[in-house]
């Protein structure tokens, strides 16, 4: 019996999501990367290995306010086995492909210098996951591409001149910051560069105050805390394990993001969805692309997209919080040896499928 | 005084150990074949119609020194013979063979331990007579009857001896047990194996296009010669004491001769010859621009520290050990380095006058139209290492290298550690034996075409970048006391920060060693067991401890993973082999390209399947 591929069932699930939403197919763009990622059976277990989404698919979508007609992927390119340095060159390889393919001879020099360091020809012996590719598609074809390179301390020299002197600012300010890995895309006007942090130990988010106050976004707290406090339940305080920062330097001034890793809660809501709707009802048009993505991500047979693994708060000096969500998605993973098995098992929605 | 004449790619005294030498032994099976095929498939035995010579022996260390009778009269009296047909013709099918890379009659193809072998050995083997072997090869010996009868097609037999003829029986001497010394003794003992030589069907092919090209040119491979000994000559006190003949530069010079038409009885030929060994020895030793024939040479590159077949083919992975080097000493900025000491010279900004340093900066300058640019050498370095770098539409980058490369070196270091500590072992000989085959195998897929010539280029570049940089002159003008010391001042001061010169160097140093390990053996990697690779062996006491050869590599292995930081976790989880989909041993045509993806595409939305093509290998 023929078995099929993670890659052919990414490949599906994409179409599907792309036909729905309206925007162009990513599988189109990454296909070759996809086949040799996701090379091994569907459900394999080795999938599990990876630090992306640890013990699950290696594949996430997200949806973001800020980019709400988008089909937005992450992904951990090659397979469970590869080394991080064969993770750094293969992500750097597709993104220099796509970007000159998409935007262009200038867009990828920028990729390029911005990119040198993680394409060369060694990796630190201790590096884990080595790269990470993102991409998201809309209407109108490839709207960004994107890497993320697993840094050190030490790389924070690497990082241009504004985004080093704000992520040394960062670390001088809050000391439990500690650098993990930089993404650098590009998209159809312009590229950017951010810098996340791991946050070590508890954050109480009104500690980000004078953080926030340095890097001239002082006024959005307010902002921030209405909307994580929302939708984490009126959880003011995030256990370690559960933070990470990320600093982008935009033609808007200094931007900061809050993502927050479900998994290292301990009691996450069980509505965190329909809080995240209450925060978004503000902003009806957001609201109805989180619908409109929600339902363009569900398979038919299954009862939902899937699970919420990361939720993100950003913060720019004029503008207020915007949320972008997470999804593991639903459907790569083995639930269980039948239907009334543990976990949200698949149930045919519609009486004709076989 | 008479004058002798060495051949050092039939037998090298000068190696050490002698006749057990490994390259000597290499030397000897592809002498042996020769030996064989000629007499073989064309009757031609040095015995035949030369009363001053005896019949070519199975010991290599022999075929020097050839004789013809000065006095018809009086057969015993003999005098060298320095232009002796037989001889040249040897050397010329030596060296046509080495020139195309088939240095192994086996072309590593079968493994040449196992017994019941379709092989040539000795008269002594212990053969099963119930075996395919012993029918077609009674006690495995070797014959020497004329007229036999010539099957090429046929898988790798190439003749098959008819049991009526008579048999002459010859003995080719002994070598080292692969397996190790025999344990059964205390202490154990040394073993050796019948010398045997396995001929492929391809061997035998090109050893036939061989022959055709010397019985059709061979009075031009006799004007090479004799110009050759001439060029070659040494001497004493006006006498001529050594010649060191090149089997491969006989072969080379007289195809580019062969390619120019060149008439053997023209009057200048010799003139012309001296020009055409000439230009080789230029374009071989990197000055002399890209007229030479790269192929033709071997490769040997600076230690940096100094002063301060069929699936595995061995050229392609020497041609890849230069670009890793290569590719190190990029990441090392010292491309860039050279690009800014000549900037500066250029702009003079640099305070040296006259000399050697403005000579080579000068020299530097005017070559650089036809240098290998970095736009190239990076397009090599994905192409042959899967760096992310030069075009953005490289078709085949190779993806694998990485992941083969460390986790062959996991794998060593982790049995070397084993080997020598009582832990008990995870790492077995096949599992060495399987990680060194993919990577071999990775490095030989990809070190087809272009590599080679541009890696012998590269040789030269680098070493003229060093000899540079290296100058007196130019080191003082910069404050510095040598070239290292240079690299970093320069990438400090104008190339945005300096790298890490030390890890750079041993990178490239031990990288450079450890593919070399690889191509030495290739016709074992390429083999199913991993006997041969000789990875543990035991001391007085029967206590297992690594070959000097596992010790080397296994030290380069671990050079290399120090200087990366690469933890003893991250080893040990990478040294599990990996089950590879597909494993070429040669380029597949289109494969991999937009042009392709963009037809697999349209095909797929539109529901047509094709059949299954090759793909390019994936992990």
Same mark, same amino acid.
């Given at each position: 019996m023929r078995v099929t591929t993670a890659s052919e069932l990414a490949k599906r699930r994409m179409e599907m999501a792309s036909r729905r939403l309206g925007t162009k197919n990513p599988a189109e763009a990454i296909g070759g990367l996809l086949d040799r990622s996701f090379h091994l059976p569907a459900h394999d277990p080795r999938y599990g290995n990876n630090l992306l989404t640890p013990g699950r698919f290696p594949l996430e979508h997200s949806f973001s306010e800020v980019a709400g007609n988008a089909l937005r992927l992450d992904m951990q390119p090659l397979?469970?086995?590869?080394t991080a340095h064969a993770r750094q060159q293969e992500a750097s390889r597709e993104m220099r492909r796509l970007t000159h393919q998409h935007y262009g001879k200038e867009a990828l020099h920028w990729f390029d210098q911005r990119s040198e360091r993680w394409r060369n020809g060694m990796s630190h012996g201790d590096t884990r996951f080595g790269a990470w590719f993102g991409m998201a598609t809309d209407a109108y074809g490839l709207q960004e591409c994107k890497v993320y390179y697993e840094m050190r301390e030490s790389d924070i020299d690497n990082l241009p001149p504004n985004l080093k002197h704000a992520a040394r600012i960062v670390m001088e300010i809050m000391p439990e910051l500690t650098p993990i890995f930089t993404s650098i895309a590009c998209g159809r006007g312009r590229g950017a560069q951010r810098v996340y942090f791991f946050h070590r130990g508890d954050l109480r988010l009104l500690d980000l105050e004078p953080l926030l106050n340095q890097l001239g976004i002082g006024k959005q707290l307010p902002s921030l805390l209405a909307a994580a406090g929302v939708i984490f339940g009126g959880r003011f305080v995030l256990p370690q394990g559960s933070v990470i920062i990320g600093l982008r330097d935009t033609n808007k001034g200094l931007e900061m993001k809050l993502d927050v890793l479900v998994a290292g809660l301990p009691d996450p809501p069980q509505q965190m969805y329909q809080l995240l709707n209450m925060v978004l009802s503000e902003r009806p048009s957001s609201q109805s692309n989180l619908h409109r993505w929600v339902q363009a991500m569900t398979p038919d047979d299954m009862q939902g997209p899937g699970e919420i693994g990361v939720i993100s708060v950003r913060v720019l000096p004029e503008t207020p919080a915007r949320c972008s969500l997470y999804l593991r998605p639903s459907g790569y993973d083995r639930q269980g040896r039948s239907a009334a098995g543990p976990g949200s098992a698949p149930q045919p929605q519609d009486a004709y499928r076989v | 005084m008479t004058t002798k004449e060495k051949f050092p790619e039939i037998f090298n005294e000068n190696l050490p150990g002698g006749a057990t030498n490994e390259v000597n032994i290499t030397n000897k099976r592809l002498y042996l074949a020769i030996r064989h095929l000629l007499s073989e498939l064309f009757s031609i035995d040095r015995a035949n119609d030369d009363p001053g010579n005896p019949p070519l022996t199975p010991d290599p260390s022999q075929f020097k020194d050839y004789y013809k009778v000065d006095d018809p009269n009086d057969p015993s009296k003999k005098i060298p013979d320095y232009f002796n047909e037989d001889k040249i013709r040897f050397l010329a099918i030596i060296g046509q063979l080495r020139l195309a890379g088939y240095e192994d009659p086996s072309f590593a193809r079968i493994e040449r331990w196992s017994k019941y072998l379709k092989d040539v050995e000795d008269a002594d083997i212990d053969m099963d007579e119930e075996s395919e072997f012993a029918r077609l090869f009674p006690r495995g010996s070797m014959r020497t009857a004329p007229q036999p009868e010539n099957d090429v097609s046929s898988a790798n037999i190439v003749w098959v001896p008819e049991s009526s003829r008579p048999v002459k029986v010859e003995t080719f001497g002994t070598e080292p047990?692969? &397996?190790?010394?025999? &344990?059964?003794?205390n202490p154990p003992t040394q073993r050796f194996y019948h010398f045997r030589v396995l001929i492929v069907a391809e061997f035998i092919t090109r050893f036939t296009e061989a022959m055709q090209q010397y019985s059709a040119y061979s009075e031009l491979y006799k004007q090479v010669y004799r110009g050759l000994h001439e060029h070659s000559q040494g001497k004493f006190n006006g006498t001529q004491v050594t010649v060191t003949i090149s089997a491969k530069q006989l072969a080379d010079v007289t195809e580019r001769l062969i390619r120019d038409n060149?008439?053997?009885?023209?009057?200048?030929i010799r003139l012309t010859i001296q020009s055409v060994i000439a230009r080789t020895i230029s374009s071989a030793s990197g000055s002399g621009g890209l007229d030479g024939n790269f192929s033709a040479f071997g490769i040997s590159l600076p230690d940096l520290d100094a002063g301060t077949?069929?699936? +595995? +083919?061995p050229d392609n992975l020497h041609a890849v050990r230069v670009i890793y080097y290569c590719a190190q000493l990029e990441e090392m900025r010292l491309f860039a380095t050279v690009d800014t000491v000549v900037e500066h010279a250029t702009s003079g900004m640099l305070p040296i006058s006259r000399g050697p340093g403005l000579d080579r900066i000068y020299r530097w300058i005017k070559r650089a139209p036809e240098r290998i640019n970095e736009f190239e050498r990076r397009g090599l370095y994905a192409r042959v290492l899967g760096l992310a770098q030069g075009s953005v539409d490289e078709p085949l980058p190779n993806r694998e290298f990485s992941d083969l490369w460390f986790r062959f070196l996991a794998s060593v270091s982790l049995k070397f550690r084993e080997i020598t500590s009582s832990e008990r072992s995870q790492v077995s000989d096949e599992q060495i034996h399987k990680a060194g085959r993919d990577l071999a195998v990775n490095i030989s897929l990809h070190g087809y075409g272009i590599t080679a010539p541009a890696a012998i280029e590269m040789q030269g570049v680098v070493q003229e970048m060093i000899d540079m940089l290296s100058d007196t002159e130019i080191l003082r003008s910069y404050g510095v006391r040598d070239i290292w010391q240079l690299v970093d001042r320069v990438s400090a001061l104008y190339l945005n920060g300096a790298a890490n010169g030390v890890k750079f160097r041993t990178m490239a140093a031990s990288g450079e060693r450890i593919i070399s390990w690889l191509a030495r053996k290739a016709p074992i990697l390429s083999s199913a067991s991993a006997l041969g690779l000789g990875i543990t062996t035991f001391d007085g006491r029967g206590n297992r401890r690594p070959t000097n050869d596992f010790f080397t590599l296994a030290e380069l292995a671990e050079r290399w993973l120090a200087v990366t930081g690469t933890t003893d976790e991250m080893a040990e989880r990478h040294t599990d082999p990996v089950d590879l989909d597909a494993q070429l041993t040669v380029p597949m045509l289109g494969q991999n390209t937009g042009f392709q993806a963009g037809i697999q595409n349209t095909l797929d939305q539109a529901g047509i399947e094709l059949p299954a093509m090759p793909a390019v290998p994936q992990i």
């Open positions: 397979g469970p086995e590869a | 047990d692969p &397996r190790g010394p025999d &344990r059964s003794t060149v008439n053997p009885n023209d009057p200048n077949h069929v699936e +595995i +083919i």
